[in-house]
């Protein structure tokens, strides 16, 4: 039971580069988000899931879109990279009927 | 949508002594407050968490308060040890039609003099 894992854990882009964040769970949670953390400003949620095929906005939607085409997986895309982008990216799930989130290990974007 | 605050934004303790650190929150529909301990490079982890029926919830060293009257929460550790230093995070949760989202004060920063 690996929990939520993220790929990949780094990853440096330069601005106006794309590329597909993956997070994946094997607890059969149905909730799902994606998170930035940036310096001083806790953890702010970009989008989110509450079941396969299902997408929501957050409170920062703008510049990812995301998809979830299996329940097991979220992915989130950045299709022109900016550096206002730069900043670590957590996912976590949630089982339907339960109240704890579980997070990733996080993945450190660079966007030069 | 909620807003979240919370205060101090770093905090140092002597070794043994008590930390409290605390959160308001805006919308009074939030009815799931959870706090989290971060440590450099890592995930959050859950510490504890309290739902909108219960005022107050202990963990051995640790509790957490609520006031849904004056919307604010406090977490409160006593007899710190050096490996509480880290980054606490309060979070409020707001069940909507399409599922609970969760909003996050910007951290404390607690660090335990030996």
């Known amino acids: 039971n690996a929990g939520v894992t993220q790929t990949p854990k780094f990853r440096v882009l330069k601005t106006g580069q794309s590329m597909t964040l993956l997070c994946a769970q094997d607890?059969?949670?149905?909730?799902m988000y994606w998170y930035r953390q940036d310096p001083g400003m806790g953890l702010r949620l970009i989008h989110y899931?509450?079941?396969?095929?299902?997408?929501a906005k957050g409170e920062v939607p703008d510049g990812y879109n995301v998809s979830r085409l299996k329940k097991q997986n979220f992915l989130l895309g950045l299709e022109s990279a900016a550096p206002s982008q730069t900043s670590v990216y957590f996912c976590?799930?949630?089982?339907?009927?339960?109240?704890?989130?579980?997070f990733g290990p996080g993945t450190r974007l660079t966007v030069t | 949508g909620e807003n979240v605050e919370q205060h101090p934004s770093t905090l140092s303790v002597q070794e043994g002594d008590s930390a409290v650190i605390k959160c308001t929150y805006s919308d009074s529909a939030s009815n799931y407050f959870p706090w989290y301990k971060q440590e450099l490079g890592k995930r959050p982890q859950l510490i504890i968490d309290?739902?909108?029926?219960?005022g107050e919830k202990k963990d051995q060293r640790i509790a957490v308060t609520l006031n849904k009257t004056a919307k604010h929460f406090s977490l409160h550790i006593t007899e710190t040890q050096p490996e509480d230093s880290a980054v606490y995070f309060c979070?409020?949760?707001?069940?909507?039609?399409?599922?609970?989202?969760?909003?996050f004060g910007t951290g404390t920063s607690l660090t335990v003099i030996p």
């Open positions: 607890m059969n949670h149905e909730y």
């Open positions: 309290i739902r909108s029926n219960v």
């Open positions: 899931s509450v079941g396969e095929g299902t997408t």
């Open positions: 979070a409020a949760s707001i069940t909507s039609g399409t599922g609970n989202q969760f909003y």
């Open positions: 976590a799930s949630r089982g339907s009927g339960a109240y704890e989130q579980y």
